[in-house]
C-alpha cells in the first residue's frame, strides 16, 4: 500500500492499533545512538514491550483506560514519551508514526507536560494556521497554556511566540520570544565572555562572531530567529538582523544564516561580501535547499557580469548549475514556503554593511 493509500486508510475507519504497527527493536536502538545513548533509563527492548502492550489497551472511545495505563499495565506517561518519540518521528511506517502521535497524546492527557511541548511544536512547525483548528490540536493547545500561565519556562515561551506567529500576530509574538530569552537569562545566567541576547556583540553587524556554543534552552536557536521575523513583519530592520545574528553565528541555525545574508550589501566593502557568501555557503552545505536556490541565482549573475574575468564567469556558471540541482524536499510545506518566502521579501537587502548603523533602541526582553 502506498503513502497516499495508507493515509486514507486511516481516515476512512475506526482507528485501532495491532502488533503489526510495532517495528522491531532496531528504531529504538538507531534513536538511542543518533542522541547520544539518550532514551532516558529505558532499554529498546522494554520500549518495544510498551509499545505492544499498548495497542492491546488502547481503546478510540473512552478515555479511562488512560487514566488506568500506570496502575493496571505498568506505563507511565515519562515510558510513554520516551517510547513514542521514534516512532512518531524516525519510522518510515505511517501505522508507526501515527501510533507514537497517538502515545503523545495519551502522555500528553496524562499531564506529562514534554509531551504537550512536543506536540506543539509539531504544530507550529508547519506554519499553516488550519492546523491549530482541528479537535486535537485544540486538546493540545489548551493543556499548552495552562503550561503558559504557570511556568517560566523559556521553551513554553517561545512555543507561544511560534503560535501567536503563525496566526499573524507579530507584536504579541516579539512579547514571548522577549520573555523567553528573560526566563532563560534568570534561569541559566551567561557566560559573559559569550554574547547571547540580540544586540549584544559587534558595534557593527556587520562583523560577525563566530562562536558556536550550545544553547541555553532546547528551542533557542527558533525563539532568536522567530524573534527576528517577528521584527521584520514589524518593520524593525536593523533589530532583526541582530536577532538572526545571534541564531546564525553563535547556533549554527541555517535559516538564519540565510535570513543573514539576505541582509548584508553585497556591494560593501571586504569583509561583508565574504561574510555573505559564507553564510550562504554554509546553509546550502548543510542541505537549506532555499540557500542553495540563492547561491545559485547570485552566481548566474555574475557569470553574466562582463565586469568580471571570463575564467571566473565559467567557474560560477558551472556552479550555479550545480547549486540549482539542489532540491527541495519531496515533502516541502507549500503553506510554510510562502510564508517564509514573503518574510524574505520584507527584509531590506542590503541594509547592514554600508555603513555603520545606529545603535537600536533598547527594549524588553533584550
Known amino acids: 500500500m502506498n503513502a497516499s493509500k495508507e493515509r486514507q486508510a486511516l481516515k476512512d475507519r475506526d482507528l485501532s492499533f495491532d502488533s503489526s504497527d510495532v517495528p522491531s527493536e532496531e528504531i529504538w536502538e538507531a534513536f538511542q545512538n543518533k542522541h547520544g545513548g539518550r532514551l532516558s533509563g529505558l532499554s529498546p527492548k522494554r520500549c518495544r514491550h510498551i509499545a505492544l502492550r499498548y495497542c492491546q489497551v488502547v481503546e478510540q472511545k473512552t478515555k479511562i483506560w488512560m487514566e488506568k495505563l500506570e496502575k493496571d499495565h505498568q506505563i507511565d506517561a515519562y515510558s510513554l514519551h520516551w517510547t513514542a518519540l521514534p516512532l512518531r518521528y524516525d519510522s518510515t511506517s505511517i501505522r508507526a508514526s501515527h501510533l507514537g502521535g497517538h502515545m503523545l497524546n495519551t502522555a500528553s492527557y496524562l499531564g506529562f507536560a514534554p509531551s504537550t511541548l512536543t506536540a506543539v511544536n509539531e504544530l507550529t512547525l508547519s506554519m499553516d494556521k488550519e492546523k491549530l483548528t482541528t479537535a486535537r490540536a485544540r486538546a493540545f493547545l489548551d493543556r499548552f497554556n495552562l503550561l503558559v500561565q504557570s511556568r517560566n519556562d523559556p521553551d513554553v515561551f517561545t512555543l507561544k511566540g511560534r503560535l501567536l506567529q503563525i496566526q499573524n500576530q507579530p507584536s504579541a509574538a516579539l512579547t514571548y520570544f522577549d520573555k523567553a530569552i528573560e526566563a532563560a537569562r534568570n534561569l541559566t545566567p551567561a557566560d559573559p565572555s559569550q554574547p547571547s541576547a540580540p ?152 541594509m547592514v554593511g554600508k555603513e555603520k548603523p545606529k545603535k537600536p533602541a533598547q527594549s524588553k526582553g533584550r
Request: hydrophobic letters at 40%.
Open 199 to 350: 544586540g549584544s556583540g559587534p558595534d557593527s553587524p556587520s562583523k560577525p562572531i563566530i562562536t558556536i556554543r550550545k544553547p541555553r534552552w532546547s528551542l533557542e536557536a527558533s525563539c532568536h530567529f522567530g524573534r527576528g521575523v517577528a521584527l521584520i513583519e514589524l518593520h524593525r530592520g536593523q533589530e532583526a538582523y541582530r536577532s538572526f545574528h545571534v541564531a546564525a553565528w553563535e547556533l549554527n541555525h541555517m535559516p538564519s544564516l540565510y535570513m543573514v545574508a539576505r541582509f548584508l550589501d553585497p556591494k560593501a566593502p571586504p569583509p561583508v561580501p565574504q561574510m555573505r557568501a559564507s553564510a550562504l555557503l554554509a546553509a546550502a552545505q548543510a542541505g537549506h535547499w532555499p540557500s542553495a536556490r540563492y547561491l545559485s541565482e547570485l552566481l548566474s549573475k555574475r557569470a553574466e557580469d562582463p565586469g568580471v574575468p571570463a575564467e571566473e564567469r565559467a567557474s560560477a556558471r558551472e556552479m550555479a548549475q550545480e547549486w540549482a540541482l539542489v532540491a527541495p524536499p519531496k515533502d516541502t510545506n507549500e503553506k510554510k514556503e510562502a510564508k517564509s518566502q514573503g518574510w524574505v521579501r520584507l527584509i531590506p537587502v542590503g
